[in-house]
């Protein structure tokens, strides 16, 4: 997938203008801006911040992490997906006006995550190729590229699927989306094309999870892992081989944010998880709905978790990387 999107975003660039802002939420006291470059402030974040010298969960090992914020723009929040469009670069989709979110991630000299440049903000577009004008159409959760640049991307509220043409036509079309009954906010979370382009994995956020092909229908695989009591599905990726990595999410304010991030190999026929990452209060964790691989050369794999704050001054925007060595 990452080879194939290093062309992706360039779609995006006639949208500059456009959009809207949402007055169903309250923005913070700060500019509102979309642009092709805009400031942020990053800032390093521990594993575990009763423990600085921790360096693993179970088998993933901590490879740096940062907390992102802007003065620049009152916009840079709700982030509610993560795809790699390069090696480095990212991109991500605002669950409030449906902006466009992409930067490139630097790293230390020991490979380490330690920052964000050429963040832009870019709004996406109505049917008609106009601006969202309320929450209730502009609700995006899932973002998800397809191998000829085309761009999927999950909407909850008024519940759809469009793809915007990797051509920068703003008019997006819709395609397949599972068919079954969605409260207003517990919509497709989980969005991501399948590894070998026959298709697109979606998540809703109870649990179930759909295979989908373009033009056809959607059909839903059982025997995947489903949620814990008292957890959400809240993002899915596809590893280089195909595997689907499934992220659940709880909140109980009792509690705090806790994720299970699962690694399941062969996820149409043999189902068989070969991977688990639990991660609780006592780490650096927070509202993670976006998760991304990165194959390393050796064999091992460099997953990425973005955090949505909500618009919540009491959450973080996190970007968060782990290495992890698949079994054979």
């Known amino acids: 997938m990452i080879g194939a999107a290093r062309r992706l975003l360039t ?3 006639p949208m500059l203008l456009a959009g809207c802002v949402s007055a169903s939420v309250e923005l913070p006291p700060a ?7 805009i400031a942020v402030e990053t800032a390093p974040v521990p594993l575990d911040p009763s ?29 509610s997906d993560l795809v790699l469009t390069s090696d480095s670069r990212i991109a991500s989709v605002s669950d409030d006006g449906a902006d466009l979110f992409t930067a490139t991630m630097r790293f230390d000299a020991t490979g380490r995550l330690a920052g964000l440049a050429g963040v832009a903000l870019r709004p996406l577009t109505e049917a008609d190729g106009g601006p969202f004008t309320n929450k209730s159409r502009s609700d995006a959760e899932g973002l998800s590229f397809l191998s000829n640049g085309d761009m999927l991307v999950s909407f909850e509220r008024d519940h759809r699927i469009w793809r915007y043409p990797a051509s920068g036509d703003p008019r997006p079309v819709p395609v397949p989306m599972p068919p079954v009954p969605m409260a207003s906010n517990d919509g497709m979370e989980g969005l991501a094309a399948a590894a ?7 998540g809703v956020e109870p649990g179930s999870i759909w ?14 892992p489903v949620p814990p009591v008292g957890y959400r599905l809240s993002g899915l990726t596809t590893g280089p081989d195909g595997e689907l990595v499934i992220l659940h999410h ?6 705090g944010s806790r994720i299970i991030l699962t690694v399941v190999r062969s996820p149409r026929e043999g189902k068989t998880v070969i991977g688990r990452l639990a991660m609780g209060p006592s780490t650096t964790v927070d509202n993670f709905e976006g998760v991304a691989v990165a194959p390393q050369a050796n064999g091992d794999w460099r997953l990425f978790l973005l955090s949505d704050d909500n618009f919540n001054p009491s959450q973080r925007t996190l970007l968060l990387a782990l290495d992890w060595t698949p079994p054979q």
């Open 11 to 13: 779609w995006a660039a």
């Open 31 to 37: 500019p509102v801006a979309w642009g092709p470059s």
């Open 51 to 79: 423990d600085p010298a921790a360096t693993a969960v179970g088998d993933f090992r901590y490879a740096g992490g940062i907390a992102i914020t802007s003065t620049a723009t009152s916009r840079l929040h709700g982030l």
């Open 196 to 202: 070998d382009n026959s298709g697109y994995w979606v």
């Open 211 to 224: 295979f989908c092909r373009l033009e056809l229908s959607c059909d839903p695989v059982e025997g995947l």
């Open 250 to 255: 709880s909140f109980i304010p009792a509690i």
